[in-house]
């Protein structure tokens, strides 16, 4: 078992560093949004590993709530850059369009 924890913990350590590396490269907004969202989910399966390694319960009203803020931050920042972005063919509609 410890060598699959020990697995797990190298395989997450690489996806939060390429993830960093995303977080500060870009080159656009959404990139860095899409990057903050998986390393929100990747510090969750961490969470979840470390509590199926503990059998401890605990965790799992922390990691609902960690998946809610990701899902309503998620929605919050795709808004965000649809009424901030223009049209696509150039022409400003609106609010209403």
Same mark, same amino acid.
């Given at each position: 078992?410890?060598?699959?924890?020990?697995?797990?913990?190298?395989?997450?350590?690489?996806?939060?560093?390429?993830?960093?590396?995303?977080?500060?490269?870009?080159?656009?907004?959404?990139?860095?949004?899409?990057?903050?969202?998986? /390393?929100?989910?990747?510090?969750? %399966?961490?969470? $979840?590993?470390? !509590? *199926? #390694?503990?059998?401890? =319960?605990?965790?799992? +009203?922390?990691? /609902?709530?960690?998946?809610?803020? %990701?899902?309503? $931050?998620?929605? !919050? *920042? #795709?808004?965000?850059? =649809?009424?901030?972005? +223009?049209?696509?063919?150039?022409?400003?509609?609106? %609010?209403?369009?």
């Amino acid at each position: 078992m410890t060598a699959v924890l020990v697995a797990v913990a190298a395989v997450l350590s690489l996806a939060a560093a390429c993830t960093l590396v995303r977080i500060v490269r870009g080159p656009s907004m959404l990139d860095r949004a899409m990057a903050l969202d998986v /390393l929100l989910a990747v510090i969750m %399966a961490g969470l $979840g590993a470390s !509590a *199926v #390694a503990d059998g401890d =319960t605990w965790v799992m +009203p922390t990691l /609902l709530a960690l998946s809610l803020l %990701a899902f309503v $931050g998620s929605v !919050a *920042v #795709a808004r965000f850059l =649809t009424h901030r972005a +223009p049209p696509p063919d150039g022409t400003d509609r609106g %609010a209403d369009a």
